[in-house]
């Protein structure tokens, strides 16, 4: 579905867009998506089992018992003619085939990076390094977690200089439509240079 284009549910001159929220297990999806949403959030979180043990790093996220083995979908209002459809994915990585159909249609992706578990991080970034689709980086400031200078977290992840790096709080309903302003400025960057190169991005 293609969410990019005029929302004919809300009247002429209204422009709505697709944001996809990725990141590994544990990162803050479904949180970032519920700071924000003027609606109830959709969430598909299911009760962890053993059937991720030894699969899923539970560890560094004491006290998370659900994760998202579908979906999140939310909505925010940016403007008066800008809204906003936020779709999250699923974490752990044996739900990641649904992540192709998920980014169908977006227009950027925000990727969340969980600084207490960096290394979690290479697998989504090589995902959307491999995807026609703008996407920028940002850090999740948890309670407690190391703190790092944004270029140390570039060089360590191998983020190239194209790629915008923030730092964000996904509990933080300011923070994320920051980082949500970003990631739409951005795909709008990226989108005017495949026009100056004659050659647009398909959107859907």
């Known amino acids: 579905m293609d969410y990019a284009g005029s929302d004919r549910g809300h009247g002429p001159g209204i422009i709505s867009a697709k944001i996809v929220i990725a ?50 979908f939310g909505r925010i209002t940016m403007a008066d003619d800008l809204i906003l459809y936020l779709f999250g994915t699923p974490g752990q990585t044996r739900f990641w085939f649904m992540w192709d159909e998920i980014i169908r249609g977006a227009v950027g992706a925000v990727v969340l990076v969980d600084t207490r578990r960096i290394s979690d ?34 060089e360590a992840l191998a983020i190239s200089p194209r790629v915008p790096l923030v730092l964000t709080d996904a509990r933080r309903r300011a923070a994320v439509k920051e980082t949500l302003i970003a990631v739409v400025q951005h795909a709008m960057q990226a989108l005017r240079e495949e026009f100056g190169r004659g050659t647009p991005t398909p959107v859907g």
């Open 23 to 72: 990141g590994g297990f544990g990162v803050g999806k479904t949180t970032m998506v519920g700071a924000v949403s003027e609606i109830t959030p959709l969430t598909t979180e299911a009760l962890l089992t053993q059937a991720g043990e030894g699969i899923d790093d539970r560890s560094k996220v004491p006290g998370k018992e659900t994760t998202t083995v579908a979906m999140d």
């Open 121 to 154: 991080a290479f697998a989504p970034l090589d995902y959307f390094e491999n995807q026609n689709l703008p996407y920028m980086v940002a850090l999740n400031c948890f309670d407690g977690a190391p703190v790092y200078e944004v270029d140390e977290v570039r």
